[in-house]
Structures are given as C-alpha cells and as structure tokens.
C-alpha cells in the first residue's frame, strides 16, 4: 500500500520560512525521483521542484528558483523542501510524490497523492 505524508506547513509573513517535509512508502523502484508540487485555489496543480533518488539531482520552477532547496535524508527517508524568502504568491497547498524521473521525456508522477500541507503567505 503506497503512502505519502507530507508535513510541516502553516501561516507565515512575507519574507519568512517554512521547511516541508516528505515521507513516502510502498513505490516500486521504477520510481526514482521526488518532486514537490503546489496548487493555489482555482489554478492548476504546478511542479516545482525534484529530486533524484539515483545522484540527488534536482531542478526548481522559475518561480521559486533561488529562494526553495530541496534535499533528502536517506537515512529517514524523508525528502525536504525548504523554502526562503516566502512571498505572497506561494501560497498554495504543497504536495509531494514519486516521480519515474525529474528531467526528460517520461518524468510522469505517481499518481498518488497526500493529504498535502498548506502554507499560506500574508502580512
């Protein structure tokens, strides 16, 4: 049974910072990367950022590039995404899942989705 739980949410001012956690269980190994996603009311769901589980390689969103890191913990099996400088527009509910790879043709994601935690950015 596949499980994902993300974590580490909540209301912050513009300029602060949060540090999402993600935990996930029960993927096949044809699934070798993690990517962070968002959606904002009313807007599509977006990809922001990923990282391979193969040589931690990782990739970022224009729009969050510079300011969010995305990292992973072997050991806890746990992949982070912390994120700096927080600004209005990143207000969203954030949510992580496997992904077959995080660049190049076939990167699909797992289909399965958590909970999601919501961060929401305002004075």
């Known amino acids: 049974q596949v499980q994902i739980v993300e974590s580490g949410g909540g209301s912050v001012q513009p300029g602060e910072s949060l540090r999402l956690s993600c935990v996930t269980s029960g993927f096949t190994f044809a699934y070798k990367a993690i990517g962070w996603f968002r959606q904002a009311p009313g807007k599509d769901r977006q990809a922001i950022s990923c990282i391979s589980m193969t040589d931690d390689s990782t990739n970022y969103a224009d729009s969050v590039k510079g300011r969010f890191t995305i990292s992973r913990d072997k050991a806890n099996n746990t992949v982070y995404l912390q994120m700096n400088s927080l600004k209005p527009e990143d207000t969203a509910a954030y949510y992580c899942?496997?992904?077959?790879?995080?660049?190049?043709?076939?990167?699909?994601?797992?289909?399965?989705w958590g909970r999601g935690a919501q961060v929401s950015v305002s004075s």
């Open positions: 899942t496997p992904r077959r790879c995080c660049s190049g043709s076939g990167c699909y994601p797992s289909g399965s």
